[in-house]
Protein backbone atom coordinates (compact mmCIF):
# COMPACT_ATOMS: atom_id res chain seq x y z
CA UNK A 1 0.00 0.00 0.00
CA UNK A 2 1.40 3.55 -0.57
CA UNK A 3 1.67 6.04 1.87
CA UNK A 4 3.32 9.08 2.16
CA UNK A 5 6.33 9.33 4.43
CA UNK A 6 8.46 12.14 4.98
CA UNK A 7 12.54 12.03 4.82
CA UNK A 8 15.96 14.00 6.01
CA UNK A 9 17.86 14.97 2.95
CA UNK A 10 21.12 17.25 2.57
CA UNK A 11 20.10 20.68 2.91
CA UNK A 12 19.46 22.95 -0.03
CA UNK A 13 18.97 20.07 -2.51
CA UNK A 14 15.96 18.90 -1.87
CA UNK A 15 14.82 19.63 -5.04
CA UNK A 16 17.76 17.54 -6.70
CA UNK A 17 16.88 14.95 -4.47
CA UNK A 18 13.03 15.28 -5.17
CA UNK A 19 13.77 14.75 -9.19
CA UNK A 20 16.42 11.93 -8.38
CA UNK A 21 13.83 10.18 -6.86
CA UNK A 22 11.10 10.58 -9.72
CA UNK A 23 14.11 9.37 -12.36
CA UNK A 24 13.89 6.25 -10.20
CA UNK A 25 9.97 5.89 -10.25
CA UNK A 26 9.56 6.96 -7.13
CA UNK A 27 7.25 10.00 -6.34
CA UNK A 28 8.75 12.56 -4.57
CA UNK A 29 7.33 16.14 -3.18
CA UNK A 30 8.99 18.97 -2.46
CA UNK A 31 6.81 22.09 -1.09
CA UNK A 32 8.68 24.93 -2.84
CA UNK A 33 8.06 28.89 -1.34
CA UNK A 34 8.83 31.66 -4.27
CA UNK A 35 10.11 35.06 -2.47
CA UNK A 36 11.11 37.78 -3.82
CA UNK A 37 14.96 38.73 -3.79
CA UNK A 38 16.19 42.26 -4.02
CA UNK A 39 20.14 42.69 -4.67
CA UNK A 40 21.92 46.42 -5.43
CA UNK A 41 20.70 45.78 -9.19
CA UNK A 42 17.86 43.55 -9.54
CA UNK A 43 15.22 42.14 -7.62
CA UNK A 44 14.19 38.58 -8.86
CA UNK A 45 11.30 35.70 -7.57
CA UNK A 46 13.64 32.85 -5.70
CA UNK A 47 12.60 29.18 -4.89
CA UNK A 48 13.30 27.91 -1.68
CA UNK A 49 12.32 24.79 -0.12
CA UNK A 50 9.06 25.33 2.07
CA UNK A 51 10.48 22.70 5.02
CA UNK A 52 14.11 22.62 4.63
CA UNK A 53 15.98 19.69 5.15
CA UNK A 54 12.56 17.02 4.25
CA UNK A 55 11.43 15.46 0.93
CA UNK A 56 8.11 13.76 0.84
CA UNK A 57 7.94 10.11 -0.94
CA UNK A 58 4.95 8.03 -1.62
CA UNK A 59 5.75 4.51 -1.41
CA UNK A 60 5.68 0.90 0.03
CA UNK A 61 7.77 0.17 2.23
CA UNK A 62 9.16 -2.61 0.68
CA UNK A 63 11.45 0.62 -1.41
CA UNK A 64 12.51 1.66 1.45
CA UNK A 65 15.91 1.03 0.53
CA UNK A 66 15.46 2.12 -2.50
CA UNK A 67 15.07 5.44 -1.08
CA UNK A 68 17.46 5.34 1.07
CA UNK A 69 19.94 4.66 -1.39
CA UNK A 70 19.93 8.02 -3.05
CA UNK A 71 22.20 10.49 -3.31
CA UNK A 72 21.40 13.03 -0.70
CA UNK A 73 18.48 11.26 1.66
CA UNK A 74 20.45 10.61 5.37
CA UNK A 75 16.85 8.38 6.78
CA UNK A 76 13.38 8.12 7.19
CA UNK A 77 11.83 10.36 9.75
CA UNK A 78 10.46 8.20 12.33
CA UNK A 79 8.01 8.39 15.80
CA UNK A 80 8.79 5.83 18.21
CA UNK A 81 11.12 4.01 15.92
CA UNK A 82 8.37 3.68 13.39
CA UNK A 83 8.66 5.66 9.71
CA UNK A 84 5.91 8.23 10.34
CA UNK A 85 3.30 8.20 7.45
CA UNK A 86 2.10 11.56 6.45
CA UNK A 87 -1.74 12.18 6.04
CA UNK A 88 -2.60 12.65 2.36
CA UNK A 89 -4.39 15.51 3.91
CA UNK A 90 -1.21 17.44 5.21
CA UNK A 91 0.17 16.61 1.63
CA UNK A 92 -2.96 18.35 0.29
CA UNK A 93 -2.34 21.63 2.38
CA UNK A 94 1.23 21.81 1.68
CA UNK A 95 0.42 21.89 -2.10
CA UNK A 96 -2.56 24.49 -1.51
CA UNK A 97 -0.60 26.41 0.18
CA UNK A 98 2.61 26.21 -2.62
CA UNK A 99 0.37 27.25 -5.06
CA UNK A 100 -1.80 30.15 -3.30
CA UNK A 101 1.28 32.12 -3.80
CA UNK A 102 1.12 34.06 -0.24
CA UNK A 103 4.02 34.73 1.46
CA UNK A 104 5.76 31.75 3.41
CA UNK A 105 8.36 30.88 5.97
CA UNK A 106 9.08 27.90 8.71
CA UNK A 107 8.61 28.70 12.08
CA UNK A 108 10.23 26.55 14.99
CA UNK A 109 7.53 25.35 17.37
CA UNK A 110 6.96 26.68 20.38
CA UNK A 111 5.52 30.25 19.04
CA UNK A 112 2.62 32.43 21.17
CA UNK A 113 -0.31 31.85 20.16
CA UNK A 114 -3.76 33.74 20.30
CA UNK A 115 -6.85 33.45 18.31
CA UNK A 116 -7.98 30.23 16.44
CA UNK A 117 -9.45 31.34 12.78
CA UNK A 118 -10.35 29.54 9.54
CA UNK A 119 -9.53 31.14 6.18
CA UNK A 120 -13.30 32.62 4.61
CA UNK A 121 -11.54 33.50 1.59
CA UNK A 122 -8.98 32.90 -1.47
CA UNK A 123 -7.34 29.63 -2.09
CA UNK A 124 -6.63 28.21 1.32
CA UNK A 125 -10.14 28.39 2.36
CA UNK A 126 -11.34 26.12 5.29
CA UNK A 127 -8.17 26.09 6.57
CA UNK A 128 -7.58 26.32 10.00
CA UNK A 129 -5.11 28.07 12.02
CA UNK A 130 -3.72 30.24 15.25
CA UNK A 131 -2.72 34.00 14.60
CA UNK A 132 0.27 35.84 16.05
CA UNK A 133 1.34 39.14 15.55
CA UNK A 134 4.92 39.67 14.03
CA UNK A 135 5.72 43.46 13.21
CA UNK A 136 1.85 44.98 13.08
CA UNK A 137 1.29 42.04 10.52
CA UNK A 138 -1.24 39.02 11.17
CA UNK A 139 -0.50 35.24 10.69
CA UNK A 140 -1.99 32.36 10.04
CA UNK A 141 0.04 29.77 11.65
CA UNK A 142 -1.09 26.08 10.60
CA UNK A 143 0.75 23.20 12.57
CA UNK A 144 0.64 19.93 10.49
CA UNK A 145 0.61 17.38 13.38
CA UNK A 146 2.10 14.82 11.45
CA UNK A 147 5.30 16.65 10.30
CA UNK A 148 5.37 18.29 13.72
CA UNK A 149 6.40 21.99 11.97
CA UNK A 150 4.66 25.20 11.87
CA UNK A 151 3.59 26.92 8.73
CA UNK A 152 3.38 30.36 8.72
CA UNK A 153 1.31 32.00 5.98
CA UNK A 154 0.58 35.99 5.77
CA UNK A 155 -2.88 36.40 4.79
CA UNK A 156 -4.87 39.82 4.72
CA UNK A 157 -6.68 40.69 7.98
CA UNK A 158 -10.15 40.34 6.20
CA UNK A 159 -9.80 37.08 5.05
CA UNK A 160 -9.70 35.56 9.04
CA UNK A 161 -12.74 34.42 11.23
CA UNK A 162 -12.23 33.98 14.73
CA UNK A 163 -13.62 30.67 16.01
CA UNK A 164 -12.29 31.33 19.44
CA UNK A 165 -11.68 34.53 20.66
CA UNK A 166 -8.58 34.93 23.24
CA UNK A 167 -9.77 35.33 26.61
CA UNK A 168 -7.36 38.46 28.49
CA UNK A 169 -7.28 38.23 32.01
Known amino acids: MLNWYA ?5 KHEKKVAIKL ?4 IEAYSPISKKMQQWSDRKKLVEFPMLS ?14 VLNCA ?11 EAK ?7 ILKSVESSGYDVSV ?12 VIQGPLKGLKGKVFRFQNNEFVQIE ?3 LKQNIKVQLPK ?9 ISI
Open 107 to 118: EPTGLQVSDEVE
Open 86 to 92: IKESDIA
Open 144 to 146: LES
Open 72 to 82: GVFAFIKFNGV
Open 7 to 11: VYVNV
Open 53 to 66: GYVFVKIDLSKKEE
Open 158 to 166: HSLKIITPK
Open 22 to 25: CQKA
